[in-house]
């Protein structure tokens, strides 16, 4: 069974800092790309950054370019997203997801589209 579990989501004042955890089971991890996506209240799930399979790079959306860092632990089967100096916009819930490498393009990886399978999701509050 494919499980894509987050963790480390909670509630924080505005340029503060927390790190989501992504745990996968249940596929061949080395052979996926994952990316976390957001969705706030009344809006649509956007992709915020992801991870290649093939050789690690990393992409980010412009609005958390320079703040958020996302990185894998493969010995783990793990992603996590760090994030810093947090805005009361980056409010939402945060899912992470799973889309086959060998099939994804820069231009949809920060798509939903191109993802399998998806986590529960967790929920990051921000307060001004």
């Known amino acids: 069974e494919v499980q894509l579990v987050e963790s480390g989501g909670g509630l924080v004042q505005a340029g503060g800092s927390l790190r989501l955890s992504c745990a996968a089971s249940?596929?061949?991890?080395?052979?996926?790309?994952i990316a976390w996506f957001r969705q706030a209240p009344g809006k649509e799930r956007e992709g915020v950054s992801c991870?290649?399979?093939?050789?690690?790079?990393?992409y980010y959306a412009d609005s958390v370019k320079g703040r958020f860092t996302i990185s894998s632990d493969n010995a783990k089967n793990t992603v996590y997203l760090q994030m810093n100096s947090l805005k009361p916009e980056d409010t939402a819930v945060y899912y992470c997801?799973?889309?086959?490498?060998?099939?994804?393009?820069?231009?949809?990886?920060?798509?939903?589209?191109?993802?399998?399978?998806w986590g529960q999701g967790t929920q990051v509050t921000v307060s001004s």
């Open positions: 991870i290649s399979s093939i050789d690690g790079s990393t």
């Open positions: 997801a799973a889309g086959r490498g060998a099939t994804m393009t820069t231009f949809i990886r920060l798509m939903t589209l191109a993802y399998d399978y």
């Open positions: 249940g596929f061949t991890f080395d052979d996926y790309d």
